[in-house]
């Protein structure tokens, strides 16, 4: 039986525990799983390329990066005329990776 000192939790637990609750959120979208999944196997790519490869229109998947980018779990550097976007979240690697096992 538990006790109540097992439910103690520290300001840096409580930190800890709040920003893995927003990287869950964040990725808690089907599509925007699929494309830190993508980048993650895939390496690095551009909106258009995610956007063939996804079939969904451009402004949807602009949207999805959007709140992957908020977050901090992709980042896009320009290369040319294009954002070539991949994922920059160690957390968020490994929340792929684990789930690829399940």
Do not use: W
Request: net charge positive; proline share 3%.
């Amino acid at each position: 039986m538990s006790n109540a000192k097992d439910f103690v939790v520290t300001e840096k637990e409580k930190k800890l525990l709040i920003e893995s609750a927003e990287l869950l959120k964040a990725l808690s979208h089907p599509m925007r799983l699929c494309i830190v999944k993508s980048l993650c196997s895939n390496g690095a790519c551009n909106v258009s390329n995610m956007q063939s490869r996804l079939k969904m229109p451009q402004s949807t998947v602009s949207q999805h990066l959007s709140k992957l980018k908020a977050h901090g779990i992709i980042e896009g550097k320009r290369q040319g005329t294009e954002i070539v976007y991949r994922v920059i979240h160690p957390g968020a690697r490994q929340i792929i990776d684990l789930l690829q096992k399940l």
